[in-house]
């Protein structure tokens, strides 16, 4: 009796153990857009003991350090990189530095710019995972029904309000066409900023450095581009709403469907319009540059990060290298077998400038040439919250709700306290 009670204990202990080997580890994965389930399913295909799953949350910026403070974060979350500073200044991320050293990950292989994005303090606090330069897209096809020769796009400010005039058509008081709107695609200030050599903060980044003439010219141009040629906020804001659609964005719905000439946009157009308007007539060049400016196209992307305070880190880590490792960036690219694709371009170097698919491609090859004009957002504490807040800077002044001046002055201020704020901090 007493032989047979052990040997069913040593069962039930073995089954036992053996459950507690195979259980998988089972990690939350914030991310904004689910168009990330594919990879999702391929990490849990070649991961056998850890099950990540998609959960859709829209604006995780604004919402990731309330849930690390109320002790309930995701294990893993995608971000803006911008952002990576100002949570790990906060202490709201876990350093992956250690990982980095145990397996021997090589961060040169990363665009400089976006290891810079993910690091604060000389730390790693990210994984980057795509990049984009910032092309100007137009339309050959409306370009040529309004007498505009196709091979010659426009290539300064001067160009693009002349060309952007004949484009536009507003018949009683509503756009049918519009040539060029500077706040619509994915755009933002320092696009335009840049080009007059123009900074965010001064090289110690303890400064707001763009309450300047130069930023002002930059704002007073867009607000008299919106007001005079796209006939103001309310025609500009009705013609963002009539090309709503929540497959392409209004954007691209707008563009490939003839009703928008020109526009500043990320590289995802490439693989939307090859999947949705395939036969669109198109081109894509560096953006135009103003009086004296110089040609720069912004550069920016996404990263993963480990909230503080997660029970499964480790597991969290291997999603993290996983997503940004060779073989994961080479199906990104739409490479690999199968391709996993995804509408940006990879930051391992290598891949960008000499894959195959990108040298084939002409989009992408004049999108990858691009990139020795690329400039990333400088690392802070407050570079989320200035990019944030100079949208807002240049919504006042279009509406004008403050002159540019004004809004100018408010947006360096806003962003100075902040940054500010972080400084008196950390003494």
Same mark, same amino acid.
């Given at each position: /009796? ?26 939350? &994965? ?19 003991d850890? @099950? ?7 604006g995780? %910026? =604004?919402i ?26 906060? +202490?709201?991320l ?5 990982y !980095? ?8 292989i ?12 000389g ?6 995972f795509?990049?984009?330069v ?26 693009? @309000? %002349? ?21 619509? +695609? =994915?755009?933002h ?8 050599g +123009?900074?965010l903060?001064?090289?110690?980044r ?5 309450? =300047?003439?130069?930023?002002l ?6 607000v008299?581009? &919106?007001?005079?040629?796209?006939? +103001?906020?309310?025609?500009v804001?009705?013609?963002?709403a ?6 392409t ?8 469907? =003839?009703?928008?000439? /020109? ?11 090859? *999947? ?15 009086p004296?400016?110089? *040609? ?9 990060? !480990?909230p ?9 880590? %291997?999603f ?5 490792s060779?073989?994961?960036? &080479? ?16 930051? &391992?170097?290598d891949?960008?400038?000499?894959a195959p ?12 040439? /691009? ?26 002044? !279009?509406?004008? @709700? ?11 201020? %806003?962003?100075?306290?902040e ?9």
């Amino acid at each position: /009796m007493k032989k047979l009670l052990v040997f069913a204990l040593s069962v039930v202990f073995i089954v036992s153990s053996i459950g507690l080997v195979s259980a998988k580890t089972k990690i939350n &994965v914030w991310i904004s857009n689910t168009f990330y389930q594919r990879y999702i399913d391929v990490f849990n295909q070649l991961h056998p003991d850890v @099950e990540a799953t998609l959960v859709f949350k829209p604006g995780i %910026e =604004n919402i990731l350090m309330t849930a690390i403070a109320g002790g309930e974060p995701p294990d893993v979350a995608r971000i803006s990189r911008q952002w990576v500073a100002s949570f790990a200044a906060r +202490g709201g991320l876990e350093c992956i530095d250690d990982y !980095i050293k145990r397996d021997k990950i090589d961060l040169s292989i990363y665009f400089p710019g976006a290891i810079g994005e993910c690091k604060y303090r000389g730390k790693m606090y990210a994984m980057p995972f795509n990049t984009d330069v910032h092309p100007l897209y137009y339309n050959r096809t409306m370009f040529k029904e309004n007498g505009l020769n196709p091979d010659k796009p426009p290539k300064t400010w001067k160009e693009l @309000e %002349e060309y952007a005039k004949k484009l536009t058509k507003i018949e009683g008081g509503k756009p049918v066409t519009m040539g060029f709107i500077p706040t619509f +695609g =994915n755009v933002h200030f320092v696009c335009y900023y840049w080009q007059t050599g +123009g900074d965010l903060f001064t090289p110690d980044r303890m400064k707001v450095a763009f309450n =300047n003439d130069k930023a002002l010219m930059t704002l007073q141009w867009i607000v008299d581009f &919106v007001n005079n040629i796209c006939g +103001g906020a309310k025609i500009v804001d009705g013609f963002k709403a009539a090309m709503a659609n929540p497959t392409t964005g209004a954007d691209m719905w707008a563009f490939m469907n =003839n009703k928008l000439a /020109m526009m500043i946009g990320v590289c995802t157009p490439i693989v939307t319009f090859q *999947q949705y308007a395939p036969n669109l007539d198109y081109d894509i060049v560096l953006p135009p540059i103003p009086p004296g400016g110089k *040609q720069v196209t912004l550069m920016e992307g996404f990263g993963f990060v !480990i909230p503080k305070g997660v029970k499964n880190k480790d597991a969290a880590w %291997e999603f993290l290298k996983w997503m940004s490792s060779p073989a994961t960036q &080479v199906r990104f690219s739409q490479l690999g077998e199968p391709p996993l694709g995804g509408g940006g371009m990879t930051i &391992v170097k290598d891949v960008a400038l000499n894959a195959p698919f990108f040298k084939e491609q002409p989009m992408w090859a004049k999108a990858v040439n /691009m990139v020795r004009y690329g400039k990333f957002f400088p690392t802070t504490p407050v570079t989320g919250f200035a990019k944030d807040t100079i949208t807002k800077m240049v919504d006042k002044a !279009i509406a004008g @709700e403050m002159t540019p001046k004004q809004a100018l002055e408010w947006a360096a201020n %806003e962003v100075q306290k902040e940054l500010d704020k972080f400084y008196q901090a950390s003494k």
